[in-house]
């Protein structure tokens, strides 16, 4: 399933600051990454990757450096900033109440959104 | 898709991306506005990207060719992820670049709305299609020219010699410092007199309104006077509305040659020779009621003026003559211009201001040619400044000019406040159906709103609620100054005082034009009388013009609200 754009713009920096908390990741992984934990809803395309990330960068939220691959090609990874960690954790706790908000009105498929967010 | 890529293929450092998936980095580098070192980090990481990619399905037993489409068709439009990625690598750039950015956008912003603001202050043009002042000159025309006073006017203020400077605008008395100046203006102006004489007599004043006739009218009278003429070369502006341009310079000619009469009837009261006096006063009056047939508001107010002025003077003249007026003299008083004047010559009459405005219009708006058009702000800027509108300079009338009503608004706004005033104008100072029509206008006066809206009205249409009501001021003293010579006429022939007006043989108009009851007249104990208006306050001050206000202690009329605190206007005693 495909999410309506508006309403993955306001979820995406939230979600790829989550996934890269829990490792450095280069553009390629972290597609794959969020299109797997998300089962599939939050695929990106590299049209809206790129652009996100470098506004995360530009705010400050991540930041990035080149490293080698195994292959011997370079991979730029990304990595939240103390100040992006401290934005995920207003965001995340902002992004629970809301979940619980919608459960309220739609059920318990809002629970599978918050478990996937605690992991 | 057709895609040609090299196999087998593998992804190491020397690998080169296949040409659809190379052309996508490029087509987004290029279009995404970045600097050079900005250009290399994201075509690395984009190639990185699709490299990964590649390798990736390689390893899942994807094909090459169909790894290579997966991620063509996959990236989205290179033109919106280039527009993206620009956006998000500026925001990323340093802060000084950001504020040389910001200046040169405020600057480029500044100098657009500087160039709109231009072309605005001068877009469009007038299309003057209708020449008023041959409209106006045709109702002077109506009249056949041996009818007309002005050609003769025109010759005597050719020779009149104008008065030193020094002198001012009083008029001196016998025993006066400058009397013996005055008295050598007037004789330096003999040879003109008969021409007075001889004009005042004609059926209207005839003015042909002609700005080019005008000012070799102004030269020549500063070359008899040995004065400067050089700003009379000056080029006429071809976007004024040429009614608002108008040269009236006969006016204050007029007034001049009002009061050289008046010096004249002073010399001969001088010499107690009183027909020569009130003969001269006679001439003024005349040359005063002969203005009232111009055509413009202005022509009438001079006339107005000089009617006031002569009135008054006569009014004196026959103050000194009461006890030993003669037969001859009270044949003198008899045949003037005063005693036999028709009753409606003095009379507000403003259709010209119609044909002004329409001028005006058709200089400050566009026309379409069916009536309608937008104000241009700056030619409302030029007429607002001729006029002498208060404000703070062009940039405020600019102002207004934006939040202007269109010309058709405007004409229908303008008639429609036109059809209130002649509303006034039909109605005597005294009928209480003036007071409706007075607050319209003034709902219309007070309304910013309103006022902003239609700000070339406020600031062209001149007050004739107020022009009219000083004219029919005027026209009383005329009716009062009748009244005073019939009864000095009585007084001469029956040796007292008439008991009442009523008993007057010519019976007079004695109508006070703010009450529209007679005139107020007391015979006092010792002879003398009183003839007075009780005024616009509508208040009996018992003749006394300069009476405080009392308004509590006497009656008053449910038109006060409508007028001033203005006392008692007395005629009589000087």
Redesign the interface.
């Known amino acids: 399933m495909q999410l309506e754009r508006e309403l993955l713009k306001g979820v995406l920096p939230l979600a790829v600051l989550r996934l890269l908390r829990r490792r450095p990741m280069?553009?390629?992984?972290l597609v794959?990454e969020m299109s797997k934990r998300s089962d599939g809803v939050l695929k990106l395309?590299?049209?809206?990757l790129?652009?996100?990330?470098?506004?995360l960068?530009?705010?400050g939220l991540v930041e990035s450096d080149?490293q080698s691959s195994e292959?011997?090609?370079?991979?730029?990874y990304y990595k939240p900033t103390d100040k992006g960690i401290k934005r995920l954790e207003r965001d995340l706790t902002q992004w629970e109440a809301l979940v619980r908000g919608m459960h309220e009105l739609v059920g318990p498929a809002a629970d599978m959104q918050l478990a996937w967010i605690r992991q | 898709m057709t895609v040609k890529a090299q196999q087998p293929f593998e992804?190491?450092?020397?690998?080169e991306l296949p040409d659809p998936l190379q052309a996508i980095v490029e087509r987004v580098v290029r279009s995404a506005r970045l600097w050079p070192s900005e250009r290399r980090?994201?075509r690395?990481?984009?190639e990185?990207?699709f490299?990964?990619?590649m390798?990736?399905m390689l390893e899942d037993g994807v094909a090459l060719d169909e790894s290579i489409e997966i991620l063509h068709d996959?990236?989205?439009?290179?033109a919106?992820?280039a527009k993206?990625?620009g956006?998000?690598?500026r925001?990323?750039r340093p802060m000084i670049w950001k504020v040389t950015i910001g200046i040169l956008l405020t600057l480029t912003a500044s100098t657009v709305l500087a160039g709109g603001l231009a072309a605005y202050l001068f877009m469009g043009e007038p299309t003057p299609t209708v020449d008023y002042i041959e409209q106006i000159n045709a109702q002077v025309e109506q009249t056949p020219e041996e009818s007309r006073a002005w050609p003769i006017l025109h010759d005597a203020l050719l020779a009149f010699r104008s008065r030193p400077r020094s002198e001012g605008n009083s008029i001196p008395y016998p025993g006066d410092a400058n009397w013996r100046d005055a008295v050598a203006w007037v004789l330096s102006n003999q040879n003109i007199m008969p021409l007075l004489e001889e004009a005042s007599t004609k059926e209207t004043y005839g003015f042909i309104y002609d700005n080019r006739v005008s000012l070799e009218f102004i030269r020549q009278r500063a070359i008899l006077n040995g004065e400067d003429n050089a700003a009379m070369d000056e080029v006429p502006d071809p976007l004024m509305p040429p009614t608002l341009s108008l040269l009236l310079p006969n006016l204050s000619e007029m007034r001049e040659m009002a009061r050289m009469l008046i010096v004249d009837s002073r010399m001969h009261m001088q010499n107690d020779d009183f027909g020569h006096a009130f003969h001269s006063l006679d001439i003024a009056l005349r040359l005063g009621t002969l203005l009232m047939s111009g055509e413009t508001i202005i022509d009438q107010l001079v006339g107005r003026a000089i009617i006031e002025m002569s009135l008054g003077e006569m009014l004196d003249t026959v103050d000194a003559y009461q006890n030993s007026l003669t037969e001859d003299d009270l044949d003198v008083i008899a045949a003037s211009h005063l005693m036999t004047m028709a009753p409606d010559v003095i009379r507000p009459r403003f259709e010209g201001e119609q044909l002004m405005f329409r001028d005006v219009v058709q200089y400050v708006f566009t026309d379409d040619g069916k009536g309608n058009g937008r104000p241009i702000p700056s030619q409302f800027a030029k007429v607002c400044s001729i006029m002498g509108v208060k404000g703070d300079g062009d940039i405020e009338f600019l102002a207004k000019a934006a939040v202007h009503a269109d010309r058709r608004e405007t004409l229908d706004q303008y008639a429609w406040l036109w059809d209130r005033m002649a509303e006034l104008r039909n109605l005597p100072l005294y009928d209480s159906r003036r007071a409706t029509t007075v607050e319209v206008l003034d709902a219309f006066n007070k309304n910013p709103e309103k006022r902003g809206r239609f700000a070339l009205i406020a600031n062209v249409l001149p007050d004739l609620s107020r022009a009219d009501r000083m004219i029919r001021e005027t026209a009383m003293t005329q009716r009062a100054a009748v009244v005073v010579l019939d009864i000095l006429e009585f007084k001469a022939k029956h040796g007292e005082l008439p008991a009442r007006l009523g008993m007057l043989e010519q019976k007079p108009d004695a109508t006070d034009a703010y009450s529209g009851l007679n005139l107020r007249y007391t015979v006092l104990d010792d002879g003398e009388f009183t003839l007075y208006s009780i005024g616009e306050n509508l208040i009996d001050d018992g003749g006394n013009a300069e009476a405080t206000d009392q308004a509590d202690e006497v009656e008053v009329s449910d038109q006060a609200d409508e007028v001033s605190t203005a006392d008692d206007i007395v005629y009589w005693p000087r």
């Open positions: 280069y553009g390629y992984e794959n395309g590299q049209s809206t790129y652009p996100l990330l470098y506004n960068e530009a705010q080149w292959n011997g090609r370079k991979r730029k | 992804v190491n450092d020397q690998s980090d994201v690395a990481e984009l990185s990207h490299f990964e990619g390798r990736d996959s990236f989205g439009d290179p919106t992820a993206l990625i956006r998000s690598k925001k990323g």
